[in-house]
């Protein structure tokens, strides 16, 4: 039974960041989830010290507040001037120093590091679980992250010619009255949810390699956005049941095992794309130089 709940667990995450994890690949904006991952640690230090409890609520709690925080940061970065890139990696190194601080000054004598609240084990999922009138319901992360997926899902499908438009051309849909700013921190937002309702129980790995790696997979397969999620979905869930199996014959890390399996995907879509393929486009070249050189010699 456990190893369906752990399975279930990783392939919750991969479609939940997968399938926002799109939008940040076509903005150009996916270690947006490595910030935030990083970055929420004074959210939850903070949260422990005012409930003086480790409770996964006022841990999520704190460390959703300070998420949207770092997303509003990075966004006010950009918006003076300041690249994209270097926003993101001003704001998430300095909140993650500030977090380290308050764990080494305040938290010293109690198990509160850096491990047990930033990088959780897909491996303990299933010990780690719910009641609801003494019936034992499944285990939280299962809960959460399938909380977080259907918010994702439902935003998503109901505003998604919105967030389509606003990825593909900002000018075009501040042109027509879609409130722009509105709807990149509603994205935003969005991620925040998903990368802190997951980071817990399953790691940051797990949770910023389904953001980036499955999304960047399915790009390479598609040129439609529809078809992008769906099948960022299909290799994030296959990535978590193959990568399992994997950690289970090399005795290996669970969840680096299913990123891993991930990045063979990734680097089959690279090489063997239709579209965008290293190798088929150089066979392409190849063949036309060939067909040139014919047409040449017969003229």
């Not at 004598?109 to 609801?132: F, K, R, S």
Request: glycine share 8%; with cysteine.
């Amino acid at each position: 039974m456990s190893t369906f709940w752990i399975i279930l667990t990783g392939a919750l995450v991969a479609s939940a960041c997968g399938i926002v994890g799109c939008f940040l690949v076509l903005r150009k904006m996916a270690m947006v989830g490595d910030a935030i991952s990083h970055s929420v640690l004074p959210g939850i230090v903070i949260a422990f010290l005012i409930s003086g409890s480790r409770d996964s609520l006022f841990m999520l709690l704190g460390a959703a507040v300070i998420g949207l925080a770092t997303v509003f940061l990075i966004q006010l970065f950009h918006q003076s001037g300041v690249q994209s890139d270097a926003s993101i990696g001003v704001v998430f190194t300095a909140l993650f120093a500030v977090g380290v601080v308050l764990v080494s000054m305040y938290t010293r004598h109690i198990d509160l590091d850096l491990d047990c609240v930033l990088y959780g084990e897909i491996a303990y999922v299933p010990w780690n679980t719910l009641q609801l009138a003494g019936v034992d319901i499944g285990p939280k992360a299962v809960w959460g992250v399938g909380a977080a997926l259907l918010l994702c899902l439902g935003t998503v499908t109901v505003f998604y010619k919105q967030f389509k438009l606003c990825s593909f051309d900002p000018a075009m849909a501040a042109a027509v009255g879609i409130p722009v700013a509105l709807f990149h921190y509603l994205l935003m937002g969005l991620v925040s949810v998903s990368t802190v309702a997951s980071f817990e129980s399953v790691g940051a790995i797990l949770v910023v390699g389904m953001l980036v790696v499955p999304p960047a997979t399915a790009y390479l397969l598609t040129e439609r956005l529809s078809r992008m999620i769906v099948y960022s979905v299909a290799i994030g869930c296959s990535s978590s049941a193959i990568g399992y199996y994997v950690a289970r014959f090399l005795d290996a890390s669970i969840a680096g095992s299913m990123i891993s399996v991930a990045g063979f995907f990734f680097l089959t879509a690279l090489l063997f794309s239709p579209s965008h393929g290293v190798l088929l486009r150089k066979w392409k070249q190849t063949r036309l130089l060939q067909e040139q050189a014919v047409d040449d010699k017969a003229a």
